[in-house]
C-alpha cells in the first residue's frame, strides 16, 4: 500500500536515455500508486468525520453528565446542611456522602470532557493533513507525467495522455461530499440508537447505601465539594460522618437502629425511655407516647 513517503521518478535514470517501454511502465506504476493513495486518503476522511460525529454526541452527554451531577451535588449539600441544623446528624451524613458521589461522577464528566476536546482537535488536525495530502498526490502523479511522456509519441503518448488525464480529474475532486456522506450517516445511526433506547425523560434514581459503598474512587472528590460549598457559600464544615454525638459519642452515619434497642429512628424522632417505642407513636397498650423534642444544638 503506497503511502505519504511515496517518491515517483522524473528524471532518466542515471542519467541515461529512457526507453519508451520503461517510461511506459513507470507510467502505469505511478497511475496505479496515485489512485490507491488515493483511496487511502479518502477512507480516512471518511472515518475521521465519523469519529468526529460520535466525539461530539460523547462530548455533549459527558457535558450534560457534569451539569447534572453539579446541580445533584449542590442539592444534597444544601439539604445535608439543613439536616445538620435540624439536628439529624444521621441523614446529614448521608447527605453527605451521597453529595460527595455526584462530586466524583462531577470530577470523571470534566475529565471525560477535557479527553473528548483534545480528541476533536487532534481529529481536526488529522483531517487537515489528509486534505493537503490528496494535493501532494495530485502533483507527485503530474510530476511524473511531465517527465515520462516525452519519451513517449504517437498513438502511445496520446492514449498515456488521456489515461493520466482522467486519474487527475479523479484524485483531483474534493472530498467534501463523501466527507458530508459519511457524517450524516454516523448522525443518522446515533439518531436511530438513541430512538431504539428507553424514551421519555431519563430520571436520576436516588443513591443508595449498596451505591455508596460500591464508590470505591472517592479521591479527589472532596476538592470538588469546597468548590461546590464554596459556590452555595456554605463554606467548609466538619463532614457530619466524622463528628461525635453530643449524646454519648456516637459517631454520626453509624446505624440509628442499634442506639435504640433495635428499633430503627427516623430522622426528627426520639425513643421513650427503657420503651423502645418512638415518641409519638402508639404503645402496644394503644397509648401514644409524648413526644421529645428534637435536641438544640
Request: hydrophobic share 40%; no cysteine; glycine share 8%.
Given at each position: 500500500?503506497?503511502?505519504?513517503?511515496w517518491?515517483?521518478?522524473?528524471?532518466?535514470p542515471?542519467?541515461?536515455p529512457?526507453?519508451?517501454?520503461?517510461?511506459?511502465?513507470?507510467l502505469?506504476?505511478?497511475l496505479?500508486?496515485?489512485?490507491?493513495?488515493?483511496?487511502?486518503?479518502?477512507?480516512?476522511l471518511?472515518?475521521?468525520?465519523?469519529?468526529?460525529?460520535?466525539a461530539?454526541?460523547?462530548?455533549?452527554?459527558?457535558?450534560?453528565?457534569?451539569?447534572e451531577?453539579?446541580?445533584?451535588?449542590?442539592?444534597?449539600?444544601?439539604?445535608?446542611?439543613?439536616?445538620?441544623?435540624d439536628?439529624?446528624?444521621?441523614?446529614?451524613?448521608?447527605?453527605?456522602?451521597?453529595?460527595?458521589?455526584?462530586?466524583?461522577?462531577?470530577?470523571?464528566?470534566?475529565?471525560?470532557?477535557?479527553?473528548?476536546?483534545?480528541?476533536?482537535?487532534?481529529q481536526?488536525?488529522?483531517?487537515?493533513r489528509?486534505?493537503?495530502?490528496?494535493?501532494?498526490?495530485v502533483?507527485?502523479?503530474?510530476?511524473?507525467?511531465?517527465?515520462?511522456?516525452?519519451?513517449?509519441?504517437?498513438?502511445?503518448?496520446?492514449?498515456?495522455?488521456?489515461?493520466?488525464?482522467?486519474?487527475?480529474?479523479?484524485?483531483?475532486?474534493?472530498?467534501?461530499?463523501?466527507?458530508?456522506?459519511a457524517?450524516?450517516?454516523a448522525?443518522?445511526?446515533?439518531?436511530?440508537?438513541?430512538?431504539?433506547?428507553?424514551?421519555?425523560?431519563?430520571?436520576v434514581?436516588?443513591v443508595?447505601?449498596?451505591?455508596?459503598?460500591?464508590e470505591?474512587?472517592?479521591?479527589g472528590?472532596?476538592?470538588?465539594l469546597?468548590?461546590?460549598?464554596a459556590?452555595?457559600?456554605?463554606?467548609?464544615?466538619?463532614?457530619?460522618?466524622?463528628?461525635?454525638?453530643?449524646?454519648?459519642?456516637?459517631?454520626?452515619?453509624s446505624?440509628?437502629?442499634?442506639?435504640?434497642?433495635?428499633?430503627?429512628?427516623t430522622?426528627?424522632?426520639?425513643?421513650?425511655?427503657?420503651s423502645?417505642?418512638?415518641?409519638g407513636?402508639a404503645?402496644?397498650?394503644?397509648?401514644?407516647?409524648?413526644?421529645?423534642?428534637?435536641?438544640?444544638?
Amino acid at each position: 500500500m503506497p503511502d505519504s513517503t511515496w517518491n515517483p521518478p522524473t528524471g532518466p535514470p542515471n542519467g541515461a536515455p529512457l526507453r519508451p517501454a520503461e517510461a511506459r511502465r513507470e507510467l502505469t506504476e505511478a497511475l496505479d500508486a496515485a489512485l490507491a493513495r488515493d483511496r487511502e486518503l479518502r477512507a480516512e476522511l471518511v472515518a475521521l468525520a465519523t469519529a468526529r460525529v460520535q466525539a461530539r454526541d460523547r462530548l455533549a452527554a459527558a457535558s450534560d453528565e457534569a451539569a447534572e451531577s453539579r446541580t445533584l451535588g449542590k442539592r444534597a449539600l444544601t439539604r445535608s446542611n439543613q439536616s445538620a441544623r435540624d439536628g439529624q446528624r444521621a441523614h446529614a451524613a448521608k447527605l453527605t456522602a451521597a453529595a460527595r458521589v455526584f462530586a466524583m461522577r462531577l470530577r470523571d464528566a470534566r475529565a471525560q470532557v477535557a479527553s473528548l476536546e483534545r480528541q476533536l482537535a487532534t481529529q481536526a488536525e488529522r483531517a487537515q493533513r489528509a486534505e493537503a495530502a490528496l494535493s501532494e498526490n495530485v502533483g507527485r502523479l503530474q510530476a511524473v507525467a511531465a517527465a515520462r511522456l516525452p519519451a513517449l509519441s504517437g498513438r502511445r503518448a496520446a492514449r498515456a495522455e488521456r489515461e493520466i488525464d482522467e486519474v487527475v480529474a479523479a484524485i483531483s475532486a474534493p472530498a467534501d461530499h463523501q466527507v458530508a456522506m459519511a457524517a450524516e450517516a454516523a448522525r443518522t445511526a446515533a439518531d436511530e440508537a438513541q430512538l431504539a433506547g428507553p424514551g421519555g425523560e431519563v430520571e436520576v434514581a436516588p443513591v443508595t447505601d449498596d451505591e455508596l459503598e460500591s464508590e470505591v474512587d472517592l479521591e479527589g472528590a472532596d476538592e470538588v465539594l469546597d468548590e461546590l460549598r464554596a459556590e452555595l457559600g456554605l463554606g467548609s464544615v466538619p463532614d457530619p460522618v466524622d463528628a461525635p454525638s453530643p449524646a454519648g459519642g456516637q459517631a454520626a452515619g453509624s446505624d440509628p437502629a442499634a442506639a435504640h434497642g433495635g428499633t430503627e429512628a427516623t430522622p426528627g424522632s426520639a425513643t421513650a425511655p427503657g420503651s423502645g417505642t418512638p415518641r409519638g407513636t402508639a404503645t402496644p397498650d394503644g397509648d401514644a407516647a409524648p413526644p421529645v423534642p428534637a435536641a438544640r444544638r
